[in-house]
């Protein structure tokens, strides 16, 4: 809270007033179709992380009462969200969010395992994050093969057997793409994976979480991330499931937290909150089917749009272009209309750059920064999607001109 004839700190106050409530331009409601980027916390999620701060402030390590509380209410948390994934308890790590779980299960089993082999596998269109992380490693030594996908986004199986030697210590694949939404087919992989036990399987999770609990019921997966702003929890929150048994280097160390295996402390109230948002996730109605469907059934009638999402892509994303309009600019236009969406991924969406997925898929270049990415929750309603087609052909025939 900031107090008014504070010596000059108050000021701040006003310099954030105008950033407090988030305004419609139009008086009208805000359509948020950015939910891939991330998600507004849930009200519940947020009381929780409110309630917890004011009762259980204690240190979890702490030897004294309300430290021996607030482990009490983080092991219980742990508790439910390994319920809920279909996980054993221990095999629930509590981290910083979706970039360090994948860091933290890559650079952990690179580390761990370099005595073995020296060779990763990996997808071209990964997150930043993995792809990075194996850049690092790269030059470090290690061996990095990627797997070329194909117009859908979908990896070749054939080519994955083809590429596992005895020196290949991971295999690491996104469930969902994050810019496309294109699910990989995890099962096959952790069939032909079960012939190579002494390979690590690690899974982006961050834009599956619905369907996690029937990955790890695969029983191949060994590590998984996720991220919970990405499901209406908070931000500074993610996950990484390790399968038990499996051994990782810790890239934290320090205090001994999360079973030494991660050390700082446990950011409690934001663990709380991320398991009742995973249970609202995981229990609420979802839309966004039908909210995609309709979108998708106007689009692809539109001569100058092009749909790269597939068909059968999740239920959560929709990436397609304008021809002749610039993502960014085609972003702003729907801005000016109170809805919001982003230009594939928001990780680099402030880059100039193109879609490395849309590239990695042969799309034009013409065609790829032209790209953008409408994303939904469980939240979002038709009558969104309806406004948003009303808006669309609006532009449609402002920018009929470039195309």
Known sequence: MFIENDGGRGSFKKELAPFAVMRCRKGEIMIYFDNSATTKIAPEALQSYVQTSERFWGNPSSLHRLGGQAFQVLEKAREHIATLL??????????????????????????????????????????????NTVKQLAQ??????????????????????????????????????????????????????????????????????????????????????????????????????????????????????????RSTTENLPGIVATAKAMRMYLEAPHPMKEIRDYLWNFLEKQPQIKIFSPKEGVDHILCFALKGVRGEVLVHAFEEEDIYISTTSACSSKKSDSSSTLAAMNVPDYWATSAVRASFSYLNTMDEAKQFVEVLEKLMKKFEFLT
């Open 140 to 261: 470090l030594g290690f061996e990095i093969s990627y797997l070329d996908v194909n117009d859908k986004g979908e990896i070749s199986l054939e080519q994955l057997e083809s590429m596992l030697k005895k020196e290949t210590i991971l295999v690491s694949v996104m469930a969902v793409n994050n810019e496309i939404g294109v699910s990989q087919n995890i099962e096959e992989i952790s069939r032909i994976l079960e012939h190579f036990p002494w390979v690590h399987f690690h899974v982006d999770a961050v834009q599956a979480l619905e369907q996690v609990p029937d990955l790890l019921a695969l029983g191949r997966i060994d590590l998984l991330s996720l991220s919970a702003h990405k499901f209406h929890g908070p931000r500074g929150v993610g996950i990484l499931y390790k399968k038990a048994g499996r051994k990782i280097q810790s890239l934290l160390t320090g205090g001994g937290q999360e079973k030494t295996e």
């Open 86 to 131: 279909g996980a054993k308890t221990e095999e629930i790590y509590v981290t910083s969010g979706g970039t360090e779980s994948n860091n933290w299960a890559i650079k952990g089993t690179a580390l761990e395992k370099r005595v073995f082999g020296n060779h990763i596998i990996t997808t071209k269109i990964e997150h930043p994050s993995v792809l």
